[in-house]
C-alpha cells in the first residue's frame, strides 16, 4: 500500500475529528460567545448540510484539477479556518467557518478517495479506500474523546487549534508523498461527467449507501441513553461504550477493506444479511449488559466494513468520473448521517422508548436489503445455470 494512502487517512482523521467533536463543545462554545445551546447546536448541522452539498458542488468545480493541488488546496482552506474560529469572538464568523470547512472537507473526501483507488491495483481498490475511512474511525475513538478533553481543560478554542496542528504534518506529506496527477474527467462538461448517474446500478447503491449510514448513526446517536437507561450501565461507563463502537468500527474497516476486494459480491451481501440481523439482536437484548457491549462492537464492524464495500462499488461503477464519484459517496454518506439521527429522534419523542431508534436501524437495512440481496441471487442462479449448459453434452 503506497504511503500517500495513509497519509490521506491522516488527514481524514483530522477532519473527521472537526466534524465530530463539537457534541462535546457546545455548552462551553454557547457560554463564551454569548449564545443559546440551539444556536451552538446549529453549528453541527452547518457542517452536515455543507457536507451534504458541497461533496457533489467540490467534486464538479475541482474535477479537472490536479489531484495534488486540489488536495492541498482543500486542506489549506481547512487549516485557515480553523485558525479562524478559534480565534473569532463572533458566532456569525465561527458559523461561516463551519459552513466553509465542511465544503473543503467535503472536496477533499471526494478528490481523496479518487487519488486512493488509482494509487493501487484494481484488487486493492477497497483496501484504499479503507485506509481512508478509517481516518474517521481514529477520530470517534482518539480525536473526539480528545477534542473534548482539550475543551473541558483549555476551552474549546484549544479544540479547534489541535485540528489545525494535526492537520500540518498530513499537508506537508500531501505536498511530498502525492503526485501531481491529472485527473481522469477531461474532455467533457460537466453535464457530460453527470451522464454516469444514469446508471441505475449506482443510484440504487448510493441509495443503500445512504440507508446503511442512516441506520449506523440512527443507532449511535442514542447510544448512551440505551446503554443506561435500558442496559442499566453507568453514566460513567458511556464513554467506554461510544470508543467500543468506534473499535468496532477501526476493525471493520481493517478487515472489510481486505475481504470486499476479493469477493466483493459475497463479502457485501452477507454483511449486510449480518448487519440487518445485528441490530434487530441488539434492540432485543440491549436490556442485558454483556450482550448489549457485544453487540455494540459487532455492530460498529459490520456497519463500517459494509460502507467500505459500498463505497468501493460506487468508485468501481463510477469509474469514468472517479471525483463526482467519490463526491456522490461522501454526500450519501452524510445523508444518512442526517437522516439516521432525525429518524431516532422522531421515534424517541413519539414515545416508543429508548430501543425504538435500534429498531428503525433494524427496518432502514430491511429496506436497503433487496437492492443487493436480489441482484446477488440473480447472479448467482445464472452462473449456475451457465454451468449446466456448459456440461449438457448435444444430442446429435
Do not use: K
Not at 489545525?164 to 505536498?175: E, R
Not at 450501565?233 to 475481504?259: D, K, N
Not at 470486499?260 to 463479502?267: K, N
Not at 464495500?309 to 463510477?318: D, E, F, G, P, Y
Request: aromatic letters at 8%.
Amino acid at each position: 500500500m503506497p504511503f500517500a494512502v495513509y497519509v490521506l487517512g491522516l488527514a481524514v482523521f483530522a477532519q473527521g475529528t472537526s466534524e465530530f467533536m463539537l457534541s462535546g463543545l457546545v455548552t462551553g462554545i454557547a457560554d463564551d460567545l454569548h449564545v443559546s445551546l440551539s444556536a451552538a447546536g446549529l453549528l453541527t448541522s452547518a457542517f452536515a448540510v455543507g457536507m451534504v452539498v458541497g461533496a457533489p458542488l467540490m467534486s464538479l468545480l475541482c474535477r479537472r484539477w490536479p489531484r495534488r493541488r486540489a488536495l492541498v488546496g482543500f486542506l489549506t482552506v481547512f487549516v485557515a479556518v480553523h485558525v479562524v474560529g478559534a480565534l473569532t469572538t463572533h458566532y456569525p464568523v465561527l458559523l461561516a467557518t463551519r459552513v466553509v470547512g465542511a465544503l473543503a472537507n467535503a472536496g477533499f473526501w471526494a478528490v481523496a478517495l479518487a487519488t486512493a483507488v488509482s494509487m493501487v491495483e484494481p484488487g486493492l481498490r477497497a483496501r484504499a479506500t479503507s485506509v481512508v475511512v478509517g481516518g474517521v474511525t481514529l477520530a470517534c475513538i482518539v480525536g473526539v474523546p480528545g477534542g473534548a478533553l482539550l475543551g473541558e481543560r483549555w476551552g474549546w478554542r484549544a479544540a479547534f487549534w489541535a485540528v489545525a496542528v494535526v492537520s500540518l504534518p498530513a499537508l506537508a506529506a500531501l505536498v511530498r508523498m502525492v503526485p501531481e496527477q491529472a485527473p481522469v474527467e477531461r474532455g467533457t462538461g460537466a453535464l457530460g461527467e453527470l451522464r454516469v448517474l444514469r446508471d441505475g446500478r449506482l443510484r440504487m447503491t448510493l441509495l443503500v449507501c445512504a440507508l446503511v449510514q442512516g441506520a449506523t448513526f440512527c443507532t449511535f446517536t442514542y447510544l448512551a441513553p440505551l446503554a443506561t437507561e435500558v442496559g442499566g450501565i453507568g453514566e460513567g461507563w458511556v464513554p467506554g461504550v461510544l470508543a467500543l463502537f468506534g473499535v468496532g468500527s477501526f476493525v471493520g474497516v481493517t478487515v472489510g477493506g481486505r475481504y470486499a476486494d476479493g469477493h466483493p459480491t459475497a463479502y457485501l451481501t452477507a454483511a449486510m444479511l449480518a448487519l440487518t440481523t445485528g441490530w434487530a439482536v441488539l434492540a432485543l437484548t440491549a436490556g442485558h449488559p454483556v450482550a448489549a457491549l457485544v453487540f455494540v462492537f459487532v455492530q460498529g464492524a459490520l456497519a463500517f466494513g459494509t460502507g467500505i464495500a459500498l463505497i468501493s462499488r460506487v468508485m468501481t461503477r463510477a469509474a469514468e468520473a472517479p471525483t463526482l464519484a467519490g463526491g456522490f459517496a461522501t454526500a450519501a454518506f452524510n445523508v444518512g448521517a442526517t437522516v439516521g439521527p432525525w429518524a431516532g429522534g422522531l421515534a424517541l419523542s413519539s414515545g416508543l422508548g429508548f430501543r425504538s431508534p435500534v429498531w428503525v436501524s433494524a427496518l432502514m437495512m430491511a429496506v436497503a436489503l433487496p437492492a443487493v440481496l436480489i441482484p446477488a441471487v440473480a447472479a448467482v442462479t445464472t452462473a449456475r445455470r451457465g454451468d449446466r449448459d456448459e456440461g449438457r453434452v448435444p444430442t446429435p
